[in-house]
């Protein structure tokens, strides 16, 4: 079965940065269409940042374009999330999430994926 687990989470001050990591078992990354959600407390589950199988298209939450980018690496089967700018409505809980063997765009909702990895805790000071 598919596993995804999160890594690259801390606490930084605002303005600073940081890079998340999933890695990924069991399927294959370069086939699917992968994402990032974050979650904080007394919040539902947001979408972050999608990107295609191939890397070539990505969509972004308003609330992230221009500060976080969302790539990927099929030969290691990895997915990362660069963040910048960070700033404390940023703090939450982010998850990586798979939909395995889709070859068009990505979706923005969380029931459109099929995986997801434990969280890794992201905390912004101000």
């Known amino acids: 079965q598919v596993q995804l687990v999160e890594s690259g989470g801390g606490l930084v001050q605002a303005g600073g940065s940081l890079r998340l990591s999933c890695g990924t078992s069991?399927?294959?990354?370069?086939?699917?269409?992968m994402a990032w959600f974050r979650q904080a407390p007394g919040n539902g589950r947001e979408f972050v940042a999608a990107i295609s199988r191939g890397g070539a298209n990505t969509v972004y939450a308003d609330s992230v374009k221009g500060r976080f980018t969302i790539s990927r690496d099929n030969a290691k089967n990895m997915l990362y999330l660069q963040m910048g700018s960070l700033n404390p409505e940023d703090t939450a809980v982010y998850y990586c999430?798979?939909?395995?063997?889709?070859?068009?765009?990505?979706?923005?909702?969380?029931?459109?994926?099929?995986?997801w990895g434990q969280g890794t805790q992201v905390t912004v000071s101000s």
């Open positions: 069991g399927g294959t990354l370069g086939s699917s269409a």
């Open positions: 999430a798979m939909k395995q063997a889709y070859w068009g765009a990505a979706g923005t909702t969380p029931g459109w994926y099929d995986y």
